[in-house]
Structure formats: C-alpha cells, structure tokens
Nanobody, 123 residues
Framework: QVQLVESGGGLVQAGGSLRLSCTAS????????IGWFRQAPGKEREFVSA????????FYGNSVKGRFTISRDNGKNTVYLQMNSLTPEDTAVYYC????????????????WGQGTQVTVSS
C-alpha cells in the first residue's frame, strides 16, 4: 500500500495563493493516479483535481478550474496543488488520494487517503 501525507495548508487572505503537497511513501508512487478533494464544514467532500500516473492528463472541478493547477514529480514522490486567487469559499480540509486503477473524480475510486491539511481563506 501507499501512505500519503499532505502539507502546505494554512491561513491566507482572499486573493492569495497556497501550494499544497502530497508526499507518498510505500509502494511505487508512479503506479498511482492522484486526486485532490476537499471538505468544508457541514458539506460533503468535493472533487478538486486529479492527474494520471505520469501527470500527463489532468482535470479539475468546475469551482477551481482556471485557478488551481495540479502537477507531480514522481522522482520526489510528490503531487502538488497550486491554488491561486483563493476565496473564502475555498476554505476546507484538503485531502489527497491515490488510485491504482482509475483516473476519476469519484472518491469511491480511490484506495488510499491522507489525513488532510486545513486551508483557511479570510475575507
């Protein structure tokens, strides 16, 4: 299995930027598609972005399209989520997840999850 650890969360003002990292240990990282999800208080978990094993294909949820960018460095076992033009609506716990078989926006397709990192955007 693979273990995932998110980092890079914090408090930022509206309009600012953050870069989240998802670092993996365990089995070969490049075998996994990686997704980012987020969950705000009182809301269901929401798909943010995903990339394929090589990072060659990416896609985004509608609420972050054009503002967030996912990338990965398999040599460092890390996937990044660059978040720009942040708004208070982006406030949530952000999770990365790994799937061995499916490149998907559905959390049900992911096999392994990190513990999450808090992102808070102040107005």
């Amino acid at each position: 299995q693979v273990q995932l650890v998110e980092s890079g969360g914090g408090l930022v003002q509206a309009g600012g930027s953050l870069r989240l990292s998802c670092t993996a240990s365990g089995r070969t990282f490049s075998n996994y598609h990686i997704g980012w999800f987020r969950q705000a208080p009182g809301k269901e978990r929401e798909f943010v972005s995903a990339c394929t094993q090589s990072g060659g294909y990416t896609f985004y949820g509608n609420s972050v399209k054009g503002r967030f960018t996912i990338s990965r460095d398999n040599g460092k076992n890390t996937v990044y989520l660059q978040m720009n033009s942040l708004t208070p609506e982006d406030t949530a716990v952000y999770y990365c997840a790994a799937s061995v078989s499916v490149y998907s926006a559905s959390e049900n397709h992911y096999d392994y999850w990190g513990q999450g990192t808090q992102v808070t955007v102040s107005s």
